[in-house]
């Protein structure tokens, strides 16, 4: 195979997402996948409890005609892209958004942010939707569902990236709450408590490892 299309995690090759012969459809493949990014609103930012970026690079077979690839970093520098492989350059580099998962504490699986619209929130009444330590609470009439993510700063971006999805879809049942007042959090303990939910459980405010 002559291209490549690989993701990165922090500048480490990570997974190849496809091989192809021909250039037209590595570069079709590549801008299809950046486009259908853009529909990511949560994504990862946080694994092992080391923070993390991902690229998607697509890559040339080797040949004599090779010019070097430059980006600019944060800072506006140009900086030199170097691949650690010998076989293959850089043709096209790009920001990417891995998508990021919340617990349902109910089912214990893991969802989306679209999965938790979907299963939740879509075509039903009005919803409250706040923010417990690093823990998400959805309520609907008499119904309490508990979610959990990695940190304190990992539900507060939830709901702040679950609001822009709201804003930008039309979404108009949602009542989202970032910031919840100690009288809320207080009647939000008693609630999940009286339904078997372990007190541990909701006054811890990471599940996130230690890095390693």
């Avoid at 990014?37 to 993390?52: H, I, L, P, S």
């Avoid at 991902?54 to 090779?66: A, W």
Wanted: glycine residues 2%.
């Amino acid at each position: 195979m002559n291209y490549m299309v690989v993701l990165f995690k922090n500048k480490v090759r990570k997974k190849i997402i496809n091989k192809f012969v021909t250039l037209d459809k590595a570069e079709e493949f590549f801008n299809k996948k950046i486009e259908e990014n853009k529909e990511v609103y949560f994504d990862r930012r946080v694994e092992n409890a080391r923070d993390c970026s991902f690229t998607m690079c697509l890559l040339e077979r080797k040949n004599d005609q090779f010019n070097s690839l430059f980006v600019r970093d944060q800072l506006g520098r140009q900086v030199k892209v170097e691949l650690d492989d010998p076989e293959f350059k850089i043709m096209k580099v790009s920001d990417y958004k891995v998508e990021e998962t919340i617990f349902d504490v109910t089912t214990k699986e893991k969802i989306t942010l679209k999965e938790f619209y979907n299963k939740n929130v879509f075509k039903k009444s009005v919803v409250l939707i706040s923010r417990l330590n690093n823990k998400i609470v959805l309520q609907e009439d008499d119904k309490v569902k508990l979610f959990s993510l990695k940190n304190e700063n990992e539900s507060r971006r939830f709901l702040n990236s679950f609001n822009d999805f709201c804003l930008d879809k039309g979404i108009t049942n949602c009542i989202i709450v970032v910031e919840t007042s100690k009288p809320q959090k207080k009647y939000l303990y008693s609630i999940l408590e009286e339904m078997g939910i372990d007190k541990k459980l909701l006054y811890r405010t990471t599940t996130t490892f230690k890095p390693r």
